[in-house]
């Protein structure tokens, strides 16, 4: 096994960086380890995580989109490509184009709403267990 340690290593570099180009180009992953953060962001290295979270909202009542398993995506699908177009467009808030594909995306997993809202969480990961555990939320954008 140890002959084979230093072709595993590049090949698993390899895949790494073809699977972010595939992301990028919108196909997903070939290499189901790229998005683990495994070496990007090991566990303990940073106190401050965050996600984004989508809201429906419907007249004057708001409500979290959870991210359940439906019949065109399951769960993490719903989370990763939340994520991913949540932090383009929170990297540039005058991307029309990925507000749009958010929008499309919401109003295909939750049809019943009038607009969307997409909030930034932040919390402290090594704190979920302990009294003093907060999540901050902030809002991005209105998607209409």
Same mark, same amino acid.
């Given at each position: 096994m $140890? $002959?084979?340690?230093?072709? +595993?290593?590049? +090949?698993? +570099?390899?895949?790494?960086? +073809?699977?972010?180009?595939t992301i990028k180009a919108g196909y997903g992953e070939i290499y189901p380890f790229y998005t683990w953060r495994l070496f990007t962001k090991p566990s303990g290295s940073s106190t401050t995580d965050f996600q984004y979270k989508l809201y429906g909202i419907s007249k004057k009542d708001t409500v979290r989109l959870t991210n359940?398993?439906?019949?065109?995506?399951?769960?993490? !699908?719903?989370a990763s490509i939340i994520n991913n177009i949540g932090s383009e467009i929170d990297k540039n808030k005058t991307d029309h184009r990925s507000k749009g594909k958010l929008y499309r995306f919401a109003k295909v997993i939750e049809p019943g709403y009038q607009s969307y809202?997409?909030?930034? !969480?932040?919390?402290?990961?090594?704190?979920?267990?302990?009294?003093d555990f907060k999540i901050n939320r902030e809002i991005i954008t209105e998607l209409k």
């Open positions: $140890k $002959k084979y340690t230093y072709y +595993l290593f590049a +090949l698993s +570099l390899v895949f790494s960086f +073809l699977s972010f180009f359940t398993d439906s019949a065109l995506f399951d769960g993490n !699908e719903k809202l997409l909030i930034k !969480e932040s919390f402290n990961a090594q704190k979920i267990d302990k009294k």
